[in-house]
Every structure is written in C-alpha cells, then in structure tokens.
C-alpha cells in the first residue's frame, strides 16, 4: 500500500486500526506494549497474572482478526485499495518485563521470540498459537494441528495450532484426564458415596439439600464428573442443570443463572439476542405454560437478555430490586415446577469466582425449595468461604465436604493407572509423577500429559515407550505455572512478602524466621 498511497493516508490507516486493536485487547485484560512498523505487540498477565490469561489472549487474536475485516470494508471504500491483511500469533510462557528504551512497555526473551513466529508463519486472516498456549485453553477453542515448525535457537520444531473459532460456552467442556486412558477417579470414594446418599435422600424424603464442597484444586472437578456420570446411570428420570462462573464472574450480574440456563436450553453465546430470547422464552413455555410470557421476562432480563420492550418489564425496568426480587421469584417457581415431576440435581462449579447476586439466589433457592427433591452441589475454593464466612450457616440442609489431598497409596495408585500402558513397570517415573503432587490429581495428570508432549513417553497405539535421557529435562507443566502465579499474583501485597519469605525456609517454617527478615 504504501507505494500508491502518501505517507500521511498511510498513518491514517495503519494508526488507526492499531488503535482499534489495541482496544480490543485492553477489553480483555491484555496491556499493548508498543507498535513497530505495522504490527502490535501485547502481553497478557503482565500486570498481574489469571488463570484465564491464555484464553483472554485467545479471544483476543479471533477479536482483532474480525475487527480487521470491518477496517478492510471501510479501507476499500475509502481508499479503493485491497491487500489489507492481518494475521495474529500467540504463544505462552515466562518472559521479562522491562529493559531498553521504555522501560515499562517492552518484553523479551525466548517467549516472545517464538509468539512472533508463529505470527509470521500464520496465514492472512489467521491465529497461530504455540503448544503451550493450546494446553491452556483446549477444549475451549476449534484448532487445526499444523505441522512443525522450525524455530531459530530451538532444538526441535514446535507444534502449533490454527485457531478457527470459541467453542459455544454452553456445550464446550475443558480437556481433562490423559487422552488415551480410561482414568478412573481414585481415592474420593467416600466423598462420592456422600454425595450419593444425599441424592437418595432429597428423593425419599422430598426435601433439598444443599452441598459445598471445597477444595484448592485437588480433585473437586474430577468428583463433579464421576457424580455427573452415576446420576446419568440413574433407571429414574433426573433432571440435571450444570452452571459454572468463569474467573470474570463477579464482573457478570447472576451469570451462574444464566450459565445454568444457558447449558440446559442450548443457547450458545454466538446466538444473536433475538434468537437468544427465542429460545429462552419457548424453553420455559414448556414449563410455565400460560404464565410463561411473564416468567420468561423476569428471569431473562436478570440474566442480561434484555426484555425491556415486554410489558412486565417496562413499568418497572427503573427498579432494579422489584426485577431482582421478582426474578427470584420466579426461578424458584421454576424449579419447584419441574422437581414436582422429577428429582432436580443442579452441579454449580468455581462458585469462588461468582457474583454475588449469584450466590444471593442459590441461598434463596436453597430456603424457596426446600419441600422438593432438590440437591444442589457446589464446588469452590476456600475463598468462597473468605468472602462469605457463614456460607450455608443456619441452614439445617447444608453439609459441607472438605477435600484432602490424596493418600500417598492413592497417589501411586493413581500413577500405576495413568502409566497402565508403559511396556514394563518405570519405578523412577513413577516417583516423579507422585513426588512433586502432594496428593493433587490435577497435578499428576497434568505432567504426565506434558511428560507425553515433550517426547518422554512415546505414546504407541498398544504400549507406551520411556525415553530415560528426556527425563532430565523434566520441568514444571506450564499450564501449573500458570495456575499457581495467578493465585500468588491475588494476594495481597503482605501476603505475598510473607510467601516469599517462607520459601526460603522451605515447607516448614516459623514465625521468627519471617518476622526477622521483614524489612523495617
């Protein structure tokens, strides 16, 4: 372009959709470092790490891609040019914040370089992410594996991925487990047998109850699912709501509501409003019957689908608590409807991270419902209980599971079960896999897929091979880096230097020791 056009339209076109992109990746939590020449260069995380850093980024690069087919349409109009093209890379990992000209708006090292290959390599209108991105957010996305890729100073050519679109939130489901292996859950069984008899109760004795499990990653997700699968296997008929709030929850008003409805009535978030409210407004017709117009508005506008133009809404949409109360209302009426008829399981996860006029309604569900057979299951981390310390307090229908780590007995099995299909017994591995997991699944799962990536086990179609002289190589999977930054990023600053401190000391330490190296 820059042959036919002056200098000045030039500025015009490629400042401005830099702009624009820049917006896009500030509306998901990324900070723009700085432009060179015609290209952007973002980082995600740098100003304090989330969990959900790969996936904001993620999103982000599918963002730019389309808002730079909306600069293209204008371009052309404008201009009477073609050959605008954007193309996006991404790449996952440790870099260093810092250093040169700007102090503050720069990054480098091997990260960085690999995130601009795999940019370079991508095609026009497309996303290329690494490897370790893509451990990140699989399930998440529709990727297309493409062929190594040769990178300067890196030993071996490195797998990416294209990324052709978000799955729908509603229907998509987070890899877990190791791909190949039937892993069944280990050492969680009385914990399953409890949420077992509890669902046998609420059926025999008409009644709600409600169960938090907690836990600090080690297993609460992998007891959700073998729970999700027995009640599956029930001869009777359930009926069975899942919700989840994503780390950005406490930012989406009732966004468990809407993940609960969301997931049961297929509604995916690419759906435009009109089709979105179409199919929230027939699914509780179903229900409701007559009354459904009116229930239909209430529970939709709490949710964000915007009913402003019903009648039920309109004379009192400048009252957010009449909707509020109103909608409250009305998904307990919801759900007494169809437990009537048959027994109601709702599995809520990652309730640390949701809002809280989202925990406002699972505690008035719990009280509305109480004479239906209902079982509501949370899942959260111990923060839930730091934001609400009487969570479930005075309610003779809450029970609370704790989750330990595994037993050391459990752990090995655990491995034994994820390293079935080696030709022979690795004692070594085994250790490895075990040693550093402190009884957390997650953990365990996690480095065996990574010990699989990165060539250590030679994954054949009947039997596994170990590659010993790989095992030195072994490092800490990135998507556990990731995780455990995130958490370390959320404390606050005290918190932080007294970490800090200990880790020194090592896993047992002492008052003194900290206290002495506190700077004063």
Not at 147 to 159: F, H, Q, S, T, Y
Not at 195 to 213: C, K, M, P, Q
Request: charged share 25%; proline share 4%; aromatic share 8%.
């Amino acid at each position: 372009m820059s042959r036919t056009l002056d200098p000045e339209d030039i500025h015009a076109i490629v400042d401005g959709a830099l702009e624009r992109f820049s917006a896009v990746v500030v509306a998901r939590q990324g900070r723009v470092l700085q432009y060179a020449g015609d290209s952007l260069l973002a980082a995600f995380g740098a100003d304090g790490a989330h969990e959900d850093d790969a996936e904001n980024a993620v999103h982000a690069g599918l963002a730019i891609i389309e808002e730079a087919r909306r600069v293209v349409v204008e371009i052309e109009a404008s201009y009477r040019i073609t050959g605008f093209n954007v193309r996006a890379g991404i790449n996952t990992g440790p870099v260093l914040l810092g250093g040169g000209v700007d102090d503050e708006g720069s990054i480098r090292g091997t990260t960085v370089n690999i995130a601009a290959r795999m940019e370079q390599t991508a095609p026009d209108g497309g996303l290329r992410i690494t490897h370790d991105t893509y451990r990140h957010v699989r399930g998440v996305f529709d990727v297309a594996e493409e062929p190594a890729i040769p990178v300067k100073g890196m030993d071996e050519p490195l797998r990416s991925y294209l990324v052709m679109r978000a799955k729908p939130r509603a229907f998509r489901l987070a890899g877990r487990g190791v791909e190949g292996i039937e892993c069944r859950m280990v050492g969680r069984d009385a914990e399953l047998k409890r949420l077992s008899d509890a669902f046998e109760d609420v059926i025999a004795e008409n009644t709600l109850s409600l169960i938090t499990i907690v836990d600090a990653g080690i297993g609460k997700s992998r007891l959700f699912d073998e729970f999700y699968h027995a009640v599956e296997l029930q001869s009777r008929e359930v009926w069975v709501f899942q919700g989840r709030s994503e780390m950005h929850g406490k930012m989406l008003p009732y966004g468990v509501l809407r993940d609960i409805f969301f997931w049961r009535f297929q509604i995916a978030d690419s759906d435009t409003p009109a089709e979105a409210r179409r199919k929230f407004s027939d699914a509780t017709a179903a229900t409701f019957g007559a009354a459904s117009d009116e229930h239909a508005a209430l529970l939709g506008q709490l949710i964000g689908l915007d009913f402003r133009t019903s009648s039920f809404i309109a004379g009192i949409a400048s009252d957010p608590k009449q909707i509020r109360d109103r909608a409250f209302h009305s998904a307990a009426q919801y759900f007494k409807a169809i437990a009537s008829t048959d027994p109601v399981v709702l599995q809520l996860e990652d309730l640390h991270w949701a809002d809280e006029g989202s925990l406002d309604l699972i505690n008035h569900l719990a009280h509305a419902c109480r004479d239906f057979p209902t079982l509501i299951v949370c899942a959260a981390r111990p923060a839930l209980l730091e934001r609400r310390p009487l969570w479930g307090s005075g309610q003779g229908n809450h029970e609370r599971i704790e989750l330990a780590p595994l037993p050391r007995r459990s752990s090995r099995e655990l491995a034994d079960t994820l390293l079935q299909k080696l030709q022979q017994p690795y004692v070594a591995l085994r250790e490895l896999i075990t040693g550093g997991a402190e009884g957390n699944p997650f953990y365990m799962e996690e480095l065996t897929k990574m010990l699989i990536d990165d060539g250590v086990i030679v994954v054949g179609d009947e039997t596994w091979q170990v590659l010993p002289a790989r095992l030195a190589r072994v490092h800490v999977p990135p998507t556990l880096v990731g995780v455990l930054q995130a958490r370390i990023d959320a404390l606050l600053p005290v918190e932080k230097l007294a970490l800090q401190m200990a880790s020194v000391a090592g896993h047992v330490f002492w008052s003194d020791a900290l206290y002495s190296s506190i700077p004063r």
